[in-house]
């Protein structure tokens, strides 16, 4: 993975846009993070292969950056991103790292399926 280039990640997400994609979108400040000198109660988020389709993406920030889903009736937004890798022509994967490197969140568009057991 990269640090975000944010002119480079919008060109990536308009690719995705209008069409149903497959999201991976997770945050923690548990499993990966516990151990460090904060000692906060655990919060984690997970959703994997969940069908959308977004109107409008974008990213906001000077970075960390915030990447926002805009449906038809919502929105879906990460917050903290710092890196992105595309992977081929089906997936764009963004996440961010504390600065241990440690994963705080993760935000995937994919025109497949992502693996279960991945």
Do not use: C
Not at 16 to 23: A, I, K, Q, S, T
Not at 58 to 77: C, E, N, T
Request: no cysteine.
């Amino acid at each position: 993975m990269t640090p975000i280039d944010k002119t480079e990640l919008q060109q990536e997400l308009a690719r995705f846009r209008g069409h149903d994609v497959y999201l991976h979108f997770e945050t923690t400040t548990g499993t990966y993070t516990a151990l460090g000198p904060e000692k906060t109660f655990p919060v984690v988020a997970f959703v994997r292969n969940a069908k959308v389709r977004f109107e409008r993406g974008s990213v906001r920030g000077a970075g960390p950056y915030r990447v926002g889903l805009k449906m038809d009736d919502g929105w879906i937004y990460g917050d903290g991103l710092t890196h992105t890798a595309r992977h081929g022509d089906d997936a764009l994967l963004m996440a961010g790292y504390d600065d241990s490197g440690r994963l705080r969140i993760g935000l995937q568009l994919s025109f497949v399926p992502f693996r279960e057991d991945a």
